[in-house]
Each structure stands twice: as structure tokens, then as C-alpha cells.
């Protein structure tokens, strides 16, 4: 069954009334804050030209 055009933000709506706890983390929460660290960890360089390239 393939999702209809509002299913997505029907769910979220849902989701919120429920008590989720994301939106209000999204409120509060600065997450471009941790872009820095995050790609310090995951932007290494490559040790080998073998293979595909990412």
C-alpha cells in the first residue's frame, strides 16, 4: 500500500498530540551546534584509491 499525500504530516500531527517528545527537542535543541565535532569524526581521509568512491 503506497502512503497517501498527507499521511506524513497526519502522522507527525499525531505523534505531537501524543506527547512526542522530538518537536519540542528540535525547539530547544541548536543541532547545527554539533556539524563541527560530527564531521571531524566522519570526514577521513581515504586510506586506499581501491574501490568505489564514496
Known amino acids: 500500500m503506497q502512503p ?3 499521511d506524513l504530516e497526519d502522522r507527525y500531527a ?3 498530540k501524543l506527547g512526542d517528545p ?3 527537542l ?3 535543541v541548536d543541532w ?3 556539524r563541527p ?3 571531524k569524526v ?3 581521509p581515504r586510506k586506499s ?3 568505489r568512491k564514496p
Open 4 to 6: 497517501g499525500f498527507f
Open 22 to 24: 522530538l518537536p519540542q
Open 14 to 16: 499525531l505523534l505531537e
Open 32 to 34: 547545527e551546534a554539533f
Open 49 to 51: 584509491k581501491a574501490g
Open 26 to 28: 528540535n525547539r530547544v
Open 42 to 44: 566522519y570526514d577521513k
Open 37 to 39: 565535532t560530527l564531521a
